[in-house]
């Protein structure tokens, strides 16, 4: 109400409804205005606009009477007096009525000869009635729900800020109906509030009026013009941050900045075109020979190919195309490095791969290739390929084995791409060299050199690829034999309706004819009957000839997965085993010693011993044991203990106590400790004590069923030090004075009785709910006389709750 308050809503505009079944401060709590929390003229004010739903209180002189009997007998019975006068009890009245409901159900049925334990029954005599009760008349309708009355209160006297009823509504009847008394509305109305706001809830009463249609095509018009505005906002920003990208020129690299040096160079000769670089890159000529730069960078190798071109000017596309090479990542392509553009030191740098090309490994005769690493590498050659049709850079253009270079995981990368304006690109009157590197392209672009490269002319590359990969030899090797490179490209080029397209002669050592269908597939002539990557590498994938699918080092993984597979399985069944012996050792730990105590000594902690303030020891022994002993075999008396401490053992689980041993027939409990629980030691050893001293009264004894044991009990209270003695089965002893005492106790009782000290009747005597009977005077050895007394059991008048 404050907040209704704060936001203005007490105007008279708002009522606000409450339900208090009946006022009744300690059920319900204090919701008056009055709380004397600096705000309580605002509350009084806010409490203006409030009306209260309660249940309806009888006035009739049997109620009144009724509600002073129960005041008597609270103060009488429980000395207690009601806070305020307006506390009634209508709990009290309720459960009276309802007494008087089954009493007349039931008298109803036993008139008519019926069960009264018949529960269904009984219920339908309570229902579709009316009667008499303390309250006035109690109906019962159909359902068997009570058809209750409610009064309806309001702050009649805004001065004292006090409420009366003003309206009463009948349950039985469904009347409503007003008092003598006139409501008070909020902020001086005359009325209630409206049901519906004048307007409606969603304004749907009102009609728009002909500003709307403007104010609606205006608002429209603005809302466009700001979101075109964004849009010129956001394109114009992207650009600025293109271009300040570009200008930065990440890429970069200062030729002074670069190490080179020997790391084993792969020789070509360039008069044959028998071998390529490891990096198939343009690098230094030599008395006719190639040879691959490797410098380090800021730490790290890197390929360094020169770019013969003259001075180059860094025009916009150029940058574009240098941004892109920067921002291509994937684990089956080369990174870009950088490139340096200082005349006369031009190069592009990319990152280093020590094994070499694709090509070197394929012709390294002293290199065993078994299909499995075949099928990784060119597995790893369709992957880092669909990743360029995928990406910004778009096509290869180039590729070629020698174009594929292996790191030292053995796996493939593809690399010599991208940057076309500062390439070179072989043509037809090249060198011999370069027209070596013309058979991996495909037909259409032989034809058509100036046509730009397509994403078609990769697959077929790549099914020349495949084709080395087969035969571990160069491109059209067997054609090679009788016909030069010249004539191989001239059959390529040319194009005939009538005679089958040249390619190169399919190797009788690929035993697979899915692997010689999907390289038959790359090199169809027209280029839209070949597949595409995406569709190459799920064919490749769902074909018998592939591998798991990852690169040779992942395939090797998985044949030694596969070899782990059963130690695993064997390992988890030991572990399972190893995890259930370790659970079944901490539980018979957690039975010998404290779960605290036995936690630190798994740690590795040592155990110290403690001193504790207040405890209670209980000690028993069997009266007669001695005797029984002696007439009865060894077995039997292992199994009487057995019985009896397996009966205990399930009693004392239900108290907060702690079994320290048993001797014999001696049974030895504490509670207190290991945990400390103020003074409800001495509660849980007395109820203990009395669970165990019925349990004997009903306990059997196997080989001699007509004898009862007879249990002598002793408790006393008061400090003691624990701790854990010994290593080999070490065990959780209690140390002091308080131990003899109860020992003494014990040894000084009487049978089937629990004698109890001074020091632990004073806290018993704390909780009220025991019974006790003075013994007397005793002689205890060691300590004299001493009063004790004998705990006799619980007051049955009263409930307890532990």
């Given at each position: 109400m404050l907040l209704a308050y704060d936001m203005g809503l007490i105007n008279g505009d708002y009522a606000f409804i409450s339900i208090e079944p009946f006022s009744n401060t300690l059920v319900f709590g204090d919701d008056s205005w009055k709380q004397n929390d600096g705000r309580d003229e605002d509350a009084k004010k806010a409490y203006e606009a409030l009306l209260t739903i309660r249940l309806y209180e009888p006035t009739t002189p049997e109620y009144r009477e009724f509600q002073k009997e129960l005041e008597r007998r609270e103060l009488r019975d429980y000395n207690w007096t009601r806070p305020t006068p307006d506390h009634n009890n209508y709990f009290a009245s309720a459960f009276h009525d309802a007494v008087i409901l089954y009493s007349l159900a039931v008298n109803e049925t036993l008139a008519e000869g019926g069960d009264i334990k018949d529960g269904y029954a009984i219920t339908r005599k309570m229902w579709n009635r009316t009667f008499d009760g303390i309250s006035g008349k109690v109906t019962i309708n159909s359902n068997g729900d009570r058809d209750a009355d409610y009064s309806l209160w309001d702050m009649t006297d805004t001065e004292n800020g006090t409420f009366q009823v003003i309206a009463n509504y009948y349950g039985a009847t469904g009347?409503?109906?007003?008092?003598?008394?006139?409501?008070?509305?909020?902020?001086g109305a005359t009325g209630p509030p409206k049901d519906t706001p004048p307007c409606g809830y969603d304004n749907e009463l009102c009609q728009p009026g002909m500003c709307l249609p403007v104010l609606g095509i205006i608002g429209i018009t603005a809302a466009v013009v700001i979101v075109a505005a964004l849009c010129v906002l956001v394109i114009v920003y992207k650009k600025l941050r293109l271009d300040a990208e570009l200008m930065r020129m990440s890429w970069r690299v200062k030729w002074e900045d670069l190490i080179f040096e020997d790391v084993g160079k792969s020789v070509v000769t360039a008069t044959s075109g028998s071998r390529l670089t490891a990096s198939g890159l343009t690098g230094r000529r030599d008395a006719g020979q190639l040879f691959a730069s490797v410098a380090r960078y800021k730490g790290r190798l890197v390929m360094v190919k020169r770019i013969v071109k003259g001075k180059i000017e860094l025009t916009r596309s150029v940058l574009m195309e240098l941004r892109n090479m920067r921002n291509v990542e994937h684990s089956n392509v080369v990174r870009f490095v950088g490139a340096c553009l200082d005349p006369p030191n031009q190069a592009i740098l990319t990152d280093y791969c020590p094994r070499g090309s694709l090509q070197d490994i394929l012709e390294n005769d002293h290199l065993k290739l078994d299909w499995m690493f075949r099928h990784s590498l060119l597995m790893d050659a369709i992957r880092g390929i669909k990743y360029l049709h995928d990406s910004v850079i778009g096509v290869h253009g180039r590729l070629t084995s020698s174009n594929c270079v292996v790191d030292g995981r053995f796996v493939l990368k593809v690399t010599d791409f991208g940057i076309p304006s500062l390439r070179d690109t072989p043509r037809m009157n090249d060198n011999n060299y370069s027209k070596h590197r013309l058979l991996w392209q495909a037909p259409e672009h032989l034809r058509y050199p100036n046509e730009p490269p397509s994403k078609e002319g990769d697959v077929y590359s790549l099914g020349i690829i495949m084709l080395e990969l087969a035969t571990r030899s160069g491109p059209f090797e067997e054609e090679r034999k009788y016909m030069d490179t010249e004539d191989i490209l001239k059959r390529l080029r040319a194009q005939s309706s009538q005679q089958q397209p040249f390619r190169p002669i399919l190797p009788e050592t690929v035993r697979s004819p899915e692997y010689k269908s999907l390289m038959a597939k790359c090199w169809e002539e027209s280029p839209a009957d070949r597949p595409t990557i995406h569709s190459l590498m799920t064919a490749f994938k769902k074909s018998k000839c592939a591998s798991s699918g990852g690169n040779f080092l992942d395939n090797l993984l998985d044949r030694m997965e596969q070899y782990a597979t059963n130690l695993e399985a064997l390992v988890e069944e030991r572990t399972a085993a190893f995890l259930e012996e370790k659970k079944r050792s901490e539980t018979l730990l957690y039975e010998v010693l404290p779960r605290s105590v036995a936690e630190q000594l798994k740690q590795g902690l040592s155990v110290d011993p403690e001193s504790y303030e207040s405890t209670t020891i209980f000690f028993s022994d069997i009266v007669g044991f001695t005797s029984l002993s002696a007439q009865s075999t060894p077995m039997e008396v292992v199994a009487l203990l057995n019985d009896l401490y397996t009966c205990f053992d399930g009693i004392i689980s239900n108290f907060d106590v702690y079994k320290v041993e048993t001797i014999g027939d001696a049974y030895m409990v504490v509670s207190g400790l290991p945990i400390r629980n103020g003074t409800a030691h001495a509660r849980e050893i007395a109820e203990m004590a009395l669970?165990?001293?019925?349990?004997?009264?009903?306990?059997?004894?196997?080989?001699?069923?007509?004898?009862?044991?007879?249990?002598?009990?002793?408790?006393?209270?008061?400090?003691?030090?624990?701790?854990?003695?010994?290593?080999?089965?070490?065990?959780?002893?209690?140390?002091?004075?308080?131990?003899?005492?109860?020992?003494?106790?014990?040894?000084?009782?009487?049978?089937?009785?629990?004698?109890?000290?001074?020091a632990c009747k004073s806290i018993l005597d704390n909780f009220g709910r025991f019974e006790l009977s003075l013994r007397g005077q005793i002689e205890m050895k060691g300590k004299g006389m001493q009063t004790t007394y004998w705990l006799l059991g619980q007051k049955a008048e009263k409930c307890w709750y532990r």
């Open positions: 009347v409503f109906e007003t008092t003598d008394v006139e409501p008070k509305w909020p902020g669970a165990l001293l019925a349990a004997v009264k009903s306990f059997k004894i196997r080989h001699r069923p007509d004898e009862k044991l007879k249990l002598r009990a002793g408790i006393h209270s008061g400090p003691c030090v624990a701790g854990v003695i010994g290593l080999k089965m070490p065990r959780y002893c209690l140390f002091g004075d308080t131990v003899n005492t109860a020992s003494r106790m014990e040894s000084t009782g009487e049978a089937l009785k629990i004698h109890v000290s001074v």
